[in-house]
């Protein structure tokens, strides 16, 4: 757009009005008078050359606009006194206008003024006559509207305006986008055409009160596409009045919350199924209890061996059992939050499927099922924590037990695949629907079908396999035809270069012979919990005796002076922890074996123990297994 240099202005121009007026009417005629006039009261500016470019007429406006006072215009050129139109876009149009008798008009900014003018030369025999309007107001308003378009248009949400009748008026490129509609399809059209009909009546309570000049305020609903496809959408609609302040129509801003609606969704379910997991977990812990009380009023009222072995026996199942889930529980919780570590080193993966049979066995015979090993010609050596990579191969195998009809068949096999091996663990069992499989390792994700409730479980297995397997670099999968067509799950791990294992002599081998008789101190708030422990101490042949609290810890250990103490930590009048640094402190209490025994087994648990002074630490229920491995190793520092 040309941009108009306009000389300083005055507003209050001092017109010399005799001279003015006679030079004029020498130059118009009657009939100019009464034009002369109207030119001087209206508001644009007007003024007129001669054919040798001299001003013969200026009307009041002119002076203003052109910043001179009449004397300094009329007889003089137009080019000696505006210099700077050569060149410039007037200079084409007066010269068109003068020379070749063509009119034209050209807008222009006149930053001094701070106004636009339509400017339009009309020629003629004596010259020509060029007129100014101000056209500000209008331009303004299409700036206006162009800003308000271009923020329209590049607007996210859906943009939309319609008629009282619900005729689609416009439709920016928001609304393209959400209802795959384009503006020339949709425009003109009824806005029925995005709503689904159950939701008319919507849109008929939504244009009465446009019509009352109410704004809806933003309301969730629904929406179809050009494609069918049902969206989520919310909208607000607002009345648009026109300039007699009357309703004329209405506008409606409508925003996709598809990805809110489905994040919501997804919250709920993952809450739904922790509620879920809850009351199936409250359910799992509880199931061995009730064997477990069972059987101490068996082993209160029988007094043959057999039975009083046999019950023993059952509750050392069930116990185990609870002790695993927790376990599992633990585990998941730790691998969620990053802080599983792996002890890794070179392993073979036979040793590592060796141990997963061996724990799964078993269940595999309970059932009945019938399980075939096959291994890799060649040793494979992994690079990995042995205890927990048996524990996915075990996780497997069990499940392939408890989802199997009695009487079925298991393999696990193994394949080398370039740098990887491939281990499958498949079965003859009740398999997995299409549907499941998408999500059969996420937490708490169980197929829903009534033989589960039977063999139990909380839904965590196969994410425990999927983290474990994951934290070893490798991968896990799972193929199955549907139900009744077994599964098949594949779990893929890096191998390390193979290379001849070098004996390494067993520890345990070693320690079973001479497992030294001790002097130990048993502290547990809970009686019964430091009660058993002590009598299964005192029955392997160490001398025990107990605490029930801190202080009576710290009394008991100077009493005594045990070479080993197992701390309780949470306890009342003085903490476990309390009781350690305590003890540290007197110069009885420096040789003291401490170990730690809690419910907890984080990490940030074990250095808080440590830092109190505590040798070790062992999760609650003790095994006495870990108890002893422990000791051996204190031992040997
Ligand atoms: P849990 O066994 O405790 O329910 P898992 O995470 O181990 O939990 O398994 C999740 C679900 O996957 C199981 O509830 C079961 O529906 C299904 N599933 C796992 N392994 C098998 C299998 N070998 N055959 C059929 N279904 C299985």
Redesign the pocket.
């Known amino acids: 757009m040309y941009r108009a240099k306009v000389n300083h202005m005055s507003d209050q121009a001092p017109i010399s009005r005799a001279r003015d007026v006679r030079s004029e009417e020498t130059l118009l005629s009657e009939g100019g008078k009464r034009a002369r006039e109207i030119l001087e009261s209206i508001t644009d500016a007007f003024f007129a050359l001669d054919r040798s470019w001299r001003f013969t007429y200026a009307n009041r406006q002119s002076y203003t606009l052109l910043g001179r006072q009449p004397g300094d215009l009329l007889g003089h050129n137009i080019w000696e006194q505006y210099p700077g139109l050569y060149g410039s876009e007037f200079e084409h149009v007066y010269r068109d206008a003068m020379d070749r008798h063509q009119e034209r008009t050209v807008t222009a900014f006149f930053p001094d003024h701070d106004r636009w003018y339509e400017v339009r030369t009309y020629p003629s025999d004596e010259g020509i006559a060029v007129y100014f309007r101000n056209v500000t107001d209008q331009k303004r308003g299409e700036e206006d509207r162009a800003r308000l378009a271009a923020i329209v248009d590049s607007s996210e949400d859906a943009i939309i305006s319609k008629s009282l009748d619900g005729v689609i008026q416009s439709w920016n490129a928001g609304a393209e986008r959400l209802f795959e509609y384009t503006a020339g399809e949709a425009v003109g059209r009824s806005i029925t055409l995005i709503i689904p009909a159950e939701r008319l009546d919507e849109e008929r309570s939504i244009i009465a009160r446009i019509r009352q000049g109410e704004r809806v305020e933003p309301f969730e609903t629904v929406r179809r596409t050009k494609s069918g496809r049902l969206i989520d959408i919310s909208i607000t609609v607002s009345p648009v009045r026109g300039g007699d302040g009357n309703v004329i129509a209405a506008s409606k801003v409508a925003r996709d919350i598809t990805e809110r609606k489905r994040a919501d969704e997804a919250l709920r379910e993952v809450d739904r199924k922790k509620d879920e997991f809850i009351a199936l977990l409250a359910h799992e812990l509880r199931n061995p209890l009730a064997p477990i009380r069972n059987g101490l009023q068996v082993l209160r009222m029988a007094d043959d061996r057999a039975s009083r072995d046999r019950v023993r026996e059952m509750m050392d199942r069930q116990l185990s059992h609870m002790v695993r889930l927790v376990d599992d529980l633990l585990d998941v919780s730790r691998i969620n939050q990053n802080k599983m570590e792996l002890r890794r080193s070179r392993v073979l993966l036979a040793d590592v499927i060796a141990s997963a049979v061996e724990t799964a066995r078993p269940q595999i015979d309970d059932a009945g099922h019938d399980l075939t090993v096959s291994m890799p010609g060649s040793p494979v050596y992994l690079d990995a924590d042995l205890t927990r990579l048996a524990q996915v191969f075990s996780?497997l195998l069990t499940?392939?037990a408890?989802?199997t009809e009695r009487g079925g068949q298991i393999w696990l096999s193994t394949e080398r695949r370039g740098t990887d091996v491939a281990v499958t663990v498949r079965?003859t069992?009740?398999?997995?629907p299409a549907e499941s499989l998408g999500h059969?390792f996420d937490m708490f994700?169980?197929?829903d079908r009534s033989v589960?409730r039977s063999t139990g479980?909380?839904?965590?297995?196969?994410?425990l396999v999927k983290g474990l397997v994951e934290m070893h670099g490798g991968t896990v999968t799972v193929a199955s035809e549907g139900q009744g067509k077994g599964?098949a799950f594949t779990v893929t791990l890096p191998v390390l270069v193979d290379r001849p294992a070098f004996p390494v002599a067993s520890p345990a081998a070693g320690q079973a012979a001479a497992r030294p008789k001790r002097h130990i101190l048993v502290v547990d708030d809970n009686r019964d919990g430091a009660e058993s422990l002590a009598m299964m101490l005192g029955l392997m042949g160490n001398k025990v005796g107990t605490a029930n609290d801190g202080l009576a810890a710290v009394e008991q250990a100077e009493a005594l002076r045990p070479e080993v103490i197992l701390m309780d930590v949470g306890m009342p009048r003085l903490n476990g922890l309390e009781a350690t640094r305590r003890i540290r402190e007197q110069p009885w209490g420096k040789g003291i074996t401490i170990i730690a025994q809690t419910g907890w087994g984080q990490d940030d648990d074990k250095q808080r123990s440590r830092e109190a002074g505590c040798d070790g630490h062992l999760i609650k229920p003790v095994d006495l297994q870990d108890l002893e491995q422990l000791l051996v190793e204190l031992d040997r520092k």
Do not use: F, T
């Open positions: 996780n499940n392939s408890k989802y079965d069992g009740i398999g997995i059969i994700s169980q197929v589960e479980g909380l839904g965590i297995g196969l994410a599964s």
